[in-house]
């Protein structure tokens, strides 16, 4: 496996003092893979987007079989923010006009929303308790020229998504529960909900073994070729034989497998701090009491949501490495970023923090599509921090194009991944851009 990071990234230490995992009773090991199997499709990645593909195609009455390197949910989809919402490119509107027109780019918008009421459908339909909260959004302007900016975007959202968003100005955004002498305005945007990642991504991983789908844990897929007419997957304590590859594993990919891959995607890191429990006297004193998930108007965003059981969860992007000393820094800037939000808050604990990869593209686009070159290969990745919603959408429209049942994919997630420019050094621009996001960021 070619990867990018310091083998820590891919390790288990990044999460061993991860929030999500004393929230749930007991986490199914799933075996791993021993000799030959056959199979229709093979699915590789257990996160949100491998398995909302599995469970797509198992219910369509496809031989699935899912390879994941560790257990389900151990990549992103098990330790993210829960932040259920809008979102995938990071490209602006302007952007995705003027490169796919209008009709595509509102096509892509109506995708974004309908990749919330699809997870919001799987929490129904399967019965997965996963803690949601939060009507909608809020995006906090951290500085007075921000709030003009939080206009432009009430009106896009009108434009694109058919809803009224509110405006609360400073004045009223300590009524509203958002207290904080960091922010200067606040725009809720009525999409999206909370969710505990770690339970949405078992529930889906029950779903697929429900489904008549064989999950595969402890199995990295390690070499790939071909066979015939099949795609040869090998992997430490056996083989996989299927005519459908497709390959989910986002911001723990591989630039060999496929090689396709290679100079693609950006895996970057995202950490989050938990607070224990705040008493209510606790909330009362600082003035935050909103239980909505909220994020803040930097380019290097914090993202932050008071839970169900009164601890806050609060993220932040950001670390080129992962490193030991990288892991220690960045866990004293969380600190010392939520106690300049939350003054009243400087004497909670916070005794979890942990740190994960999603994946950016060169043209800041996600791709859902085939793998070029690989006959009967596919992938979809880089949703760009919002892979919660978007991500398994994005397995969902994987599994319809392989169908050809299911929602269409929209042209923009079809358009292709672009390599960066320097290759196999891509980790080199990240110095520059937080450089160069952090001076935009300037008060
Ligand atoms: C700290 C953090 C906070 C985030 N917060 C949010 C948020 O609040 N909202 C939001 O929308 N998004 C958030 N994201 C992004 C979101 O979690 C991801 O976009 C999403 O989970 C991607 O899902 P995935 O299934 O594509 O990839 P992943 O969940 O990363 O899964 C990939 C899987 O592939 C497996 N794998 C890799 N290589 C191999 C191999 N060779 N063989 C077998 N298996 C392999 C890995 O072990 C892994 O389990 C956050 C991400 C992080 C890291």
Known sequence: ????????????????????????????????????????????????????????????????????????????????????????????????MSRFGAVATRDYYQTERAAVDHVAALLDRYGIGADTHSEGETLLAFRPKDIKGLQDLAEEMQRFHQVKCEVVAKPALAERGFASPEFHGALTTPIGFALNPLKYVLGLARAVCAAGGRLFGGTPLIALSRDGDRHLLTTPGGQVRAKVLIVATNGYSSDDLPGWLAGRYLPVQSNVLVTRPLTEDELIAQGWTSRQMCYDTRHLLHYFRLMPDNRMLFGLRGAMKTTPAAHAETRARA???????????????????????????????????????????????????????MGSYAGRLLAAQITGQGPDTPAPLRAGLRRFELGRWRRALLPLAYTWYGLQDRG
């Open 1 to 96: 496996m070619r990867r990018l990071y310091e083998p820590m990234a891919y390790g288990a230490a990044p999460i061993a003092d991860s929030f999500w995992p004393t929230t749930v009773h007991a986490i199914a090991d799933h075996a791993p893979l021993q000799g030959e199997v056959s199979a229709e499709v093979a699915v590789v990645g257990a996160g949100y987007t491998g398995l909302n593909a599995a469970l797509a195609l198992a219910e369509a009455g496809r031989n699935v079989v899912v390879l994941e390197a560790e257990q389900p949910g151990w990549g992103a989809s098990g330790r993210n923010g829960g932040f259920c919402c809008l979102g995938g490119a990071k490209a602006p509107a302007s952007a995705l």
């Open 335 to 389: 600190r010392a970023d939520f106690e300049r939000i939350f003054p009243e808050w400087r004497h909670v604990e916070t005794p979890f923090f942990w740190s994960g990869l999603l994946a950016l593209a060169r043209d800041l686009v996600p791709y859902t599509g085939p793998v070029p070159g690989l006959e009967n290969a596919w992938t979809a990745l880089c949703y760009h921090g919002n892979g919660v919603a």
